[in-house]
């Protein structure tokens, strides 16, 4: 069975710092999804990543993917309080069919002043 | 672009009473999912559909929950009769197919109170 692990679940951390959220998971995986939830919305793809040393940058936020340990990490450069929300990774299974996500627990961010 | 429309945003229910859920998929996308989100949890697939045919429902508990997808356009989810458990977010999602680099398009969600 296929498990999706991330850590750390609460993040706290102040405006200009950098961090990095965790994913792990557990069997062979086609490709690793990316998603940021604020509080009361949908969730918002951030990234897709489908290769070993994947990486994928957008503004503030650098996502990368390594098969072989199983984990893709979230790299947040000098933090902003707009990126105040929770993220989630999400894993398909190997010849698993696209829908059926795995998802973490998510990471919930909060950047303060 | 319009994005992924459900209804109605936030549902309060006694336990054993019915609910359904409405979806609307972004105009010209065939695929549509549908996923339980528990509170403190990631979103959990319950099923997909593939223009108005079931994909995967491999985690859709069919003895309480249906979902149809008539005309491959709208989709409505129902739970009948509804249990504590069953108190979560239901999501909606959809994508224009089922390739590899596809992004689902996710929307606002249902939020469900069974007391």
């Known amino acids: 069975e296929l498990k999706v692990e991330q850590n750390p679940l609460f993040l706290s951390m102040q405006e200009g710092k950098n961090y990095t959220i965790y994913c792990n998971y557990s069997?062979?995986?086609?490709?690793l999804y990316w998603y940021r939830q604020d509080p009361g919305k949908s969730l918002e793809s951030l990234f897709v990543l489908l290769s070993n040393g994947a990486v994928k940058q957008e503004g503030r936020l650098m996502a990368s993917l390594d098969t072989k340990a199983r984990l893709s990490t979230l790299h947040i450069t000098a933090a902003v309080h707009d990126l105040s929300a929770t993220y989630f990774c999400a894993v398909v299974g190997y010849g698993g069919s696209q829908g059926n996500l795995i998802f973490g627990k998510g990471t919930k961010l909060s950047v303060k002043p | 672009e319009a994005g992924v429309a459900q209804s109605p945003r936030y549902k309060i229910i006694e336990k054993r009473q019915s609910v359904a859920f409405w979806c609307n998929p972004i105009?010209?996308?065939?695929?549509l999912y549908w996923y339980q989100q528990i509170l403190g949890q990631g979103p959990k697939l319950l099923i997909q559909?593939?223009?108005?045919?079931?994909?995967?429902d491999s985690q859709l508990p069919k003895d309480r929950f249906s979902a149809e997808r008539l005309k491959g356009v709208d989709s409505t989810l129902k739970i009948q009769p509804a249990k504590l458990e069953d108190s979560a977010v239901y999501l909606c999602a959809s994508s224009p197919g089922t390739g590899q680099n596809e992004k689902l398009f996710f929307g606002s969600g249902t939020q469900l109170s069974v007391l």
């Open positions: 559909f593939q223009n108005n045919g079931v994909v995967d």
């Open positions: 105009s010209g996308h065939a695929t």
């Open positions: 069997t062979t995986s086609d490709r």
